[in-house]
């Protein structure tokens, strides 16, 4: 069984600041892709960042240079640092990893239970 539990949202006034933290546990052979996407009330779910096992990243456009994903191997986490929030970057935001479990021959996608984001104007 492979888990993902979030942490870090809360409530923050506009330009101020969050640190999410994702962890993956369980039976874990190897993770691949991780990410953080979000979902706002009455729209899609939409891909914020992610970082490859090498340390590669990718932003939507909406975030860049704004916020920094990061994560750390040992520990199975991922991170996502938010600066300069904005009113719109209210969310729920997910966690999302590609995970080879043990004794599988396949990797699969799974998600966190999501964390709350809201920024007040």
């Known amino acids: 069984q492979v888990q993902l539990v979030e942490s870090g949202g809360g409530l923050v006034q506009a330009g101020g600041s969050l640190r999410l933290s994702c962890a993956a546990s369980?039976?874990?052979?190897?993770?691949?892709?991780m990410g953080w996407y979000r979902q706002a009330p009455g729209k899609q779910r939409e891909l914020v960042a992610t970082?490859?096992?090498?340390?590669?990243?990718n932003y939507a456009d909406s975030v860049k240079g704004r916020f920094t994903i990061s994560r750390d191997n040992a520990k199975n986490t991922v991170y996502l640092q938010t600066n300069s929030l904005r009113p719109e970057d209210t969310a729920v935001y997910y966690c999302?990893?590609?995970?080879?479990?043990?004794?599988?021959?396949?990797?699969?996608?799974?998600w966190g239970q999501g964390t709350q984001v809201t920024v007040s104007s």
């Open positions: 999302n990893a590609v995970i080879l479990p043990h004794q599988v021959s396949i990797p699969y996608v799974y």
């Open positions: 369980g039976s874990i052979f190897k993770i691949n892709y």
């Open positions: 970082i490859s096992s090498g340390g590669s990243t």
